[in-house]
């Protein structure tokens, strides 16, 4: 069988150099990679240890470190407040420069005043003057807030009600409305003159008033059963609830 020399010696020359070259690539990563790889592995940047510390002294930390720290805050009465309680990756990791710390940093205890926390019972102060009630309520660790007035039976002056009701349970910083009494109120009283009993009673008692004294006499000028005289007189103004007092014509018996 016959060989051309010179495509031999071409074969020889590709293997050989192939061999070469294979083995100064596997020398090359025998050697050079693993500095390669420890290279990269220096230029990661160790977590530090900031669990405990203040948030500003964290914050210093990190950013000489070369990373960078986000905080997440939360309400926590057994750590005093802007001290980290927990951090992300945990100290001793490894990150790329500027690389991300997440921390929980302390809020301390939920905030919630005295005043809020405390409830006080509304008394009743019904009957009571109003310089009586507010001092009385001020005892208690009540502020009084308005003052409206109305029409009542009640004396004047006099607490008839407040809001809230008594009983109902605030906090302090919720002021009571007290309601005071004026007193029965004024109204006009009306004309009863030439009206029987009957209809002078219904009358009054349309415009909050009631009968008073009835007083009898005969006389021939005006028509028998009928009222001839009022007191007070129509047109007055008396308080509501007051009584008037009339006199009647009846006939001789």
């Known amino acids: 069988m016959y060989y051309d020399r010179s495509s031999v010696k071409t074969f020889w020359i590709s293997f050989l150099t192939s061999i070469i070259v294979s083995a100064i690539v596997s020398f090359s990563i025998v050697y050079y990679i693993p500095d390669f790889l420890e290279q990269i592995e220096e230029e990661k940047i160790e977590v530090p240890d900031v669990e405990g510390l203040d948030l500003k002294t964290a914050e210093m930390v990190v950013d000489r470190s070369g990373l960078s720290l986000v905080a997440e805050r939360v309400n926590d009465p057994n750590v005093e407040k802007d001290r980290v309680i927990y951090q992300n990756p945990a100290p001793g990791t490894k990150l790329d420069k500027g690389g991300i710390i997440k921390v929980v940093v302390s809020e301390g205890p939920p905030t919630t005043t005295e005043e809020e926390e405390e409830e006080i019972i509304i008394p009743d102060v019904t009957g009571f003057e109003l310089n009586q009630a507010r ?64 209809q002078a009673e219904r009358r009054l008692s349309d415009n909050g008033l009631k009968m008073g004294n009835v007083r009898e006499i005969t006389s021939p000028e005006y028509p028998f059963d009928v009222i001839i005289s009022q007191d007070p007189e129509s047109g007055e103004m008396i308080e509501k609830g007051s009584s008037v007092n009339v006199t009647i014509n009846r006939e001789a018996s």
């Open 135 to 198: 001092v009385y309520l001020s005892e208690k660790g009540i502020t009084v807030g308005k003052v409206e007035k109305k029409i009542s039976s009640e004396p004047e002056g006099e607490v008839i009600s407040t809001v809230p009701e008594p009983g109902i349970k605030i906090t302090k910083d919720v002021h009571v409305k007290l309601i005071i009494s004026i007193g029965p109120g004024k109204v006009v009283v009306p004309n009863i003159k030439r009206l029987s009993l009957f």
